[in-house]
């Protein structure tokens, strides 16, 4: 803001800089002040048809647009699926400018005037599935499908069919393995509020009826015996909640997924100090983690002195929202002609990141 009583002030006509400051949200502003804004609304349109965008605004620059470009694994008129690697924030705000929906609003509108909006979230250090809508009605039936609300049937009875279809499927290492080898969550959770005051963390709630809290329910199934301290497992979350599945690993099941400091935290400390020697079922000889030639495993796998989050969205499977929107924007049972012939699910699955799939070479032998 610039301040017409300052004493250090000098007109325009001068040509020299008058004093500027920052200026809080409550600030009361004086008669003739000025308020600068750094970018317009429409400098940031202009700015997205040009190759290289300056990295220091929060839009992305010609490296980063080819970069998120080359993670869509699928694109329709309705919506695109990206592969997001871990440590890549899905919703920014400042000083945080290369997150997932600033990218995308830069990088994937290709013939469309606005770039695509997001229906679900992933956490910053979480890969995989990451599902975004390029119209305004895909955006709202997608949000919808992905939200915990009573969902009203639609008169498209294919349609209803393809929601109760649709699915999630994660697979995560963890520290430990589950006592059965397969089961139902239903734990519930809430935030609480830490003693800094600021920071935030979800835990399962307790059944006294005193505090707010989301019923959470996830099925999983362990994908192999205990190798090095950690079993594969496999999660399909039924609700959409925020931390639910590294609140339901650490907390009701017992075994914090590798990476998790935040959930996992005393039992990482413990673990990494733990010497074992685990029995391979089919030889009953000690197992022995193998190490292909070349093979670089301080990059954020099981064996490096800080692994990364091993949570990967692997496995989406959803309605073709292109075949079903006209129908749906009619509210309408009849698909159109030309568009009967297409699935009415789609399929997805999605490579691991790297880090995730060298703890996958070394430890997957004995896996079902």
Known sequence: MECPCSKDSYDDE???MKRMRKIKHNEVMEAGA????????AETRISKRFDTIPSG???PNADEIQYLQRLVKYKDYAIILLNKPPRLPVKGNLPVHNSMDALAAAALSYDYDEGPKLVHRLDREQSGLLL????????????WLFSDINKANSSCKAWNDA???TYQRYWALVIGSPREKEGLICAPLTKVLLNDGKTERVILA??????ACQESITEYRVLGPVINGCSWI???????RKHQLRVHCAEALGTPIVGDYKYGWFVHKRWKQMPRTDIEPTTGKPYKLRRPEGLDVQKGSVLSKVPLLHLHCRELVLPNIAKFLPALNQKSENLYPEL????DLLRFVASMPSHMKISWNLMSSCLV
């Open 34 to 41: 000025r308020v600068y804004i750094p970018v317009s609304v």
């Open 14 to 16: 001068e040509g020299q």
């Open 340 to 343: 009967s012939s297409k699935p």
């Open 206 to 211: 307790h059944q006294s009826g005193l505090e």
């Open 234 to 240: 496999e999660l399909r979350p039924l609700t959409s």
């Open 57 to 59: 605004t929060l839009y």
């Open 163 to 165: 929601c109760e279809a």
């Open 132 to 143: 975004m809508g390029r119209t305004k009605e895909s955006v709202d039936h997608l949000q």
